[in-house]
């Protein structure tokens, strides 16, 4: 648990049982309840057990409703189940409050209770016990409506905070969107192979504009959205490959693994062909023999996985280190989109074979 966040729960905690003390003190002497020492020590006990049952539930509470995951359901769901766990604790309280001042007021010492629990004990005790669930209810129903409220807030301005930085981050990846993405160089390349090819072979030629065509076209459209289809994202691929296999001819080997499930899950746009671009910029291109990029993508637990495999070595000390731009974009895009679960590494997974692995959470 967040040490600070821990600290600022109790500080509450002591600041809001703290005034409800004062402020039923005070009207206590104010309307002159409190004559003699005898009410002086009834009224302070049952002060005391009070507020320690109320601090007990309300813990008790926050407990259940971090363990059962209550804010992060829908808003009907919270509502509903925040009465319930009110009403289950106050009654639970109000029995245990009751339980607390028989030692005192059954059949001995009555002074502790007031004139209508005189009257409800006279009755039925079940009615007494309803009667304090009555009120413990009420407050614990004002102390989970500030619960409720204070993480409501907090969700919307870390959402706010978050949106906010998607956004700076968008508009800088607009501005370096052809550099980071497109590496110049392949663009030079591309453009000469396609002129070498325009005698020797016109309709592959033909096809190579094309595929150049919607690479750039791609690129320029990448950040106006969050996500896209990886369906989408693989046809991008795939032209960017086939572009590079004129180049590198025979040198070049490209294997798929995709499970067909996967093929509608969502990603960062660019992202995948930002990890195919590293791969042969930093793999293929310096293998005298050339290579293999090998992509996969499927589920694990309760992740979904893309992988992009490459002949070669890696040198870097971490994920994303030593990356350059579009590596660290893609790390800093899982961040906002996806939370901290969301994981970004690139490894040596064999003596001739690095692999950059991307796993984003199932359901969000």
């Known amino acids: 648990m967040n040490l600070g966040k821990f600290s600022r ?7 809001g049982w703290g005034s409800f003390a004062f402020i039923n003190t005070f009207f206590a002497y104010s309307f002159d309840k409190l004559n003699n020492r005898a009410d002086v020590e009834v009224y302070f006990g049952r002060l005391g057990i009070f507020i320690l049952l109320g601090i007990l539930a309300t813990h008790a509470m926050r407990f259940v409703i971090i363990r059962v995951n209550v804010l992060q359901k829908s808003f009907d769901r919270q509502v509903a189940q925040f009465l319930l766990i009110t009403f289950f604790f106050s009654t639970v309280a109000s029995y245990f409050y009751m339980m607390a001042l028989q030692d005192r007021t059954w059949l001995k010492d009555r ?13 039925n005790i079940f009615l007494l016990v309803l009667s304090l669930a009555f009120s413990f209810f009420l407050l614990l129903f004002i102390w989970n409506l500030i619960y409720f409220m204070y993480h409501y807030v907090s969700k919307s301005r870390k959402q706010q905070m978050d949106t906010l930085q998607l956004e700076a981050l968008v508009k800088e990846l607009e501005l370096k969107t052809i550099k980071a993405h497109i590496n110049p160089h392949f663009i030079f390349n591309a453009l000469n192979s396609i002129r070498a090819l325009i005698d020797e072979n016109p309709g592959r030629a033909r096809t190579a504009v094309t595929e150049l065509s919607n690479i750039l076209r791609s690129s320029l459209k990448a950040e106006k959205g969050e996500t896209v289809c990886l369906n989408d994202e693989l046809r991008i691929v795939k032209d960017y490959l086939a572009l590079e296999h004129i180049r590198f001819e025979d040198r070049l080997r490209v294997e798929y693994q995709l499970d067909e499930e996967t093929l509608k899950c969502e990603v960062p746009p660019m992202m995948l062909q930002t990890l195919v671009e590293n791969a042969i910029k930093h793999g293929i291109s310096k293998q005298m023999r050339g290579g293999l990029v090998r992509i996969c993508s499927g589920f694990r637990d309760q992740f979904y996985e893309l992988t992009v495999q490459n002949t070669g070595h890696f040198n870097g000390s971490g994920s994303a280190q030593g990356g350059g731009f579009g590596l660290s974009s893609t790390q800093d895009r899982l961040v906002l989109l996806y939370g901290a679960r969301a994981r970004f590494q690139i490894r040596q997974i064999g003596d001739d074979l690095v692999e950059a692995k991307v796993q984003i959470p199932v359901g969000m």
């Open 111 to 123: 002074s502790w209770l007031n004139k209508n629990e005189h009257e409800y004990l006279e009755k």
């Open 9 to 15: 729960y109790w500080f509450f905690q002591a600041a």
